[in-house]
């Protein structure tokens, strides 16, 4: 069967709409009407007028999009996709934060569940994080529940103080510095690019420093050739066609880079979603909170 017309063909007949993360693999990028970074697809998702959107990526991006348009059915290929960092944070910890502060404010990265989002006052991706924190009023900064981007804010906003809490991504956390070397010494050439998702061992070797998209643009505009991304390895897509026809080379760590969740989301499971209407993201119960901290997001980070 070709899966690419039947999935054009069910789109049409349910009125659907493909969203796709950089991080799924690359057939399924190629089925999707719209590929971006969290903060893009957040912000598409609340503005489309579809009757279905299928969202290919993890959970907490899907809970985010029915919560943003809820008017919409949305669907998530494989239902256990699902991001470890999301989880990890614990109330009692935010709770006791809060309890010691007068003057704070709860960032919460939009990689959490709704409930995490509902004990937050504001969400931040990792493209507008720095524009966000610096937007608010509070000097007292609760980030969740990444430690790693939590930390790669507090050093560009040092005027405020931050207390980070210990949750990461499992595949930027891990990501071996001896093998980032490796690379440097085989490529010396090439121009380093890092997620701040990343361990600030990492970053350190880092010349550029931004999200998905904004790596990917960096790589468009750069006069560099070569490139040692320091992500996971499913941005090469996107950036081999931004840079298609000029030659440039993209180098990931020996230890490839893959977030076994994004790999999930499959092209059969999309087509099988689209077809049955398997899937489908309920409206969490803390709808209400959990959106406030979204809609801030988008509105701090619109300034
Ligand atoms: P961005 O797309 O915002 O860079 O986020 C990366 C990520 O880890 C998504 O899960
Ligand atoms: Fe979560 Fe990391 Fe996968 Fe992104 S790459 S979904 S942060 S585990």
Redesign the pocket.
């Known amino acids: 069967m070709d899966i690419a017309a039947e999935v054009a063909r069910l789109k049409r007949e349910k009125d659907a709409v493909i969203l796709a ?3 799924v693999p690359s057939e399924t990028q190629a089925l999707a009407d719209y590929v971006g ?3 893009y697809l957040a912000r598409l998702a609340r503005t489309l007028d579809c009757s279905t959107i299928v969202l290919c990526g ?1 959970s907490f991006m899907a809970e985010s999009a029915k919560m943003l348009n809820p008017a919409r059915t949305v669907l998530l290929p494989d239902p256990t996709a699902d ?1 470890p960092m999301a989880h990890m944070v614990r109330k009692a910890d935010v709770d006791a934060v809060k309890a010691q502060y007068n003057d704070l404010a709860v960032v919460c990265y939009i ?1 959490s569940t709704a409930e995490i989002k509902s004990w937050s006052d504001v969400c931040v ?3 507008n994080a720095v524009k966000v924190v610096r937007e608010l009023p509070q000097h007292n900064i609760l980030f969740i529940p990444d430690m790693h981007l939590g930390h790669y804010v507090s050093l560009q906003v040092p005027e405020k103080n931050f207390i980070l809490n210990r949750g990461y ?1 499992p595949i930027h956390h891990k990501m071996i510095l001896a093998e980032v070397e490796e690379l440097e010494t085989q490529y010396p050439n090439a121009k380093v690019i890092a ?1 701040p ?1 990343c361990p600030q061992e990492i970053l350190d070797e880092a010349d550029y420093i931004g ?3 904004q790596m990917i643009d960096y790589v468009a505009e750069s006069d560099a050739q070569e490139f040692i991304v320091l992500t996971v390895e499913g941005v090469r897509r996107e950036m081999e066609l931004a840079t298609a026809g000029s030659g440039k080379r993209f180098y990931f760590t020996r230890t490839t880079p893959i977030c076994v969740n994004m790999a999930k989301v499959t092209p059969d499971k999309v087509l099988a979603c689209l077809r049955d209407g398997t899937g489908e993201v309920g409206m969490p119960d803390c709808v209400d909170a959990a959106t406030t901290p979204l809609e801030r997001m988008l509105e701090l980070a619109a300034r």
Do not use: A, I, L, P
Request: hydrophobic share 10%; aromatic share 16%; with cysteine.
């Open positions: 993360h950089y991080y970074d969290s903060f993890v991001c990689n991706t990792s493209s991504c997620h998702e999200s998905t998209k």
